[in-house]
């Protein structure tokens, strides 16, 4: 039987955006109204969802039920969604589109989008809480909220904005490139595959196999990434050209267009390697590899 992709995907997608909207972030919870309104503008802004879907099918692996994972799914979307805002903002990337409408700050202004994106990065740590203390050791969720500042912060994708900053204007190995989204990307990705198995209590060998997976699937989606930003397409969410346009450095730039394509298919090679030590349950995590990579095809 082939596996169905676009169904999966379509009904994660349905899973996360209904529990965000009815428990995770309602407007009975937030005021003023303008906080909630621009937290909202962006966190319902189409979007694939695509680290709240690695954390179910990571799940669905270790035979955890949907509803276990569910704070830390809606947790890292609003992480994912708080750095966008501020991604966007004119003193980081000034884009003026995301996900093909206006992004925060041109409809709510400066002020509050970067509110807003504090705000939904704070409320983030207080639905993690929300674990289940009766199921789950209160250890293994104190680890998992831990990675998740760790994923989050200075040890992370904070130190991969600063360094993609410093890096504007400059010619930078493609080691220091690897390294800048190793943790700018990467390190929400990584989080995403390993949390759920850390929240069981799984042991370390089976810790590193999500990790190799999602360090894996973390490099080649950057690369599509780089990819998509000169030859378009509608899984970018930003305009395109804009990475040019800053004048940053990119797989395609260092390696070429076939390069990076290159690159990208050994990332997915290694994701695939990383699950062989899995049956039949781990096939949504091999086919959202494959689908990550495919975007540039």
């Known amino acids: 039987m082939i596996f169905n992709l676009k169904q999966y995907l379509k009904d994660k997608q349905s899973l996360i955006n209904t529990s965000l909207k009815q428990t995770w972030l309602t407007h009975d919870q937030i005021q003023p109204d303008v906080l909630f309104e621009a937290m909202n503008y962006s966190l319902s802004a189409p979007g694939k969802r695509i680290r709240p879907v690695l954390i179910f099918a990571c799940a669905e692996v270790l035979d955890m039920p949907v509803n276990d ?3 830390m799914a809606a947790a890292l979307e609003m992480i994912h969604v708080f750095s966008l805002i501020h991604d966007d903002l004119p003193a980081m990337d000034d884009d003026d589109l995301r996900r ?7 409809v709510y202004g400066e002020a509050v989008a970067i509110l807003a994106g504090d705000a939904l990065l704070s409320h983030a ?3 993690l809480t929300k674990l289940d203390q009766s199921k789950y050791k209160s250890e293994n969720i104190i680890t998992v909220i831990n990675t998740f500042a760790q994923a989050t912060g200075m040890p992370g994708m904070i130190t991969g904005q600063v360094l993609d900053i410093k890096s504007e204007n400059k010619k930078i190995s493609l080691e220091e490139l690897k390294n800048l989204h190793a943790h700018k990307t990467g390190a929400l990705i990584r989080l995403a595959c390993t949390t759920p198995a850390i929240l069981k209590g799984a042991d370390e060998n089976t810790v590193k196999q999500f990790e190799d997976y999602g360090k894996a699937i973390g490099l080649a989606f950057q690369i599509v990434d780089d990819i998509l930003d000169i030859v378009g397409g509608e899984d970018l969410g930003k305009p395109i050209g804009s990475d ?4 940053k450095s990119t797989y395609p730039s260092l390696l070429g267009l076939d390069g990076a394509k290159k690159e990208a298919q050994n990332a997915l090679n290694q994701a695939l390697d990383a699950l062989s030590g899995f049956g039949e349950e781990a096939e949504p995590l ?12």
Not at 100 to 106: A, E, F, I, L
Not at 244 to 247: F, G, Y
């Open 69 to 71: 994972v569910m704070p």
């Open 244 to 247: 040019q346009e800053k004048n």
């Open 286 to 297: 091999r086919a959202l590899a494959r689908y990550i990579v495919e975007r540039s095809h």
């Open 125 to 127: 740590f207080s639905v």
């Open 100 to 106: 093909g409408q206006p992004t925060n700050h041109k």
